[in-house]
């Protein structure tokens, strides 16, 4: 079966902080994908990363950061020198061969100013 | 290139009624897919729909169904409304087809009060 973790239900960090937001995921397939959503206040989830499991490159968007690691099933998302804007909950999710996504739990993050 | 539309955005409805619920994916997108958001439970996956099938199924009750229709639009019914379906319900279409998975578009939702 396939499961997403989040282990950090809530955050609160001052703004220009750096903060990681931590996902562990459970698949016993080979081909997968892993992503990151964020979800304003507004409720629509915005998707912010696509990584399948044979791409374990790091990568960096502005001040985002991602860093999977297939031999610890984790896939964790930094936030540098974050801003209000952040404040937001940000759920990771796991699909294979485009079936239905399995999200994690989510982590709500507040950044205050 | 517009998002998906869900409609409405808020209802209340008491129990014992039925509610439906409609998305409209993004042009060119064939898969549907709804979830039920709830502070307890978080995101559930309740089906899926590509090409008018439903393709994958959640583990609700039958009083939660669906379908889609030839243009790829979407509606979800929920029957005999119980206290514990208030939830915000989220649609997400996806260019899905092949073994490559594309990423989920979201509906902004439909924030569903049962009294």
Redesign the interface.
Known sequence: AQKVTQAQTEISVVEKEDVTLDCVYETRDT?Y?L?W?KQPP??????LI?RNSFDEQNEISGRYSWNFQKSTSSFNFTITASQVVDSAVY?CAL????????????TRLSVLP | KAGVTQTPRYLIKTRGQQVTLSCSPISGHR?V?W?QQTPGQ??Q?LF?YFSETQ??K?NFPGRFSGRQFSNSRSEMNVSTLELGDSA?Y?C?S?R??????????????S?LTVL
């Open positions: 081909t994908y992503f959503y507004s409720g629509e989830l915005v998707f696509r759920f699909s294979y061969y485009g079936q239905n996504f399995v999200f994690g739990p989510g | 898969s897919s979830y978080g995101l996956f899926e393709r994958n959640g915000l989220l997400a996806n899905a087809g092949g073994r490559d998975t594309g990423e989920l578009f979201f509906g902004e939702g924030r």
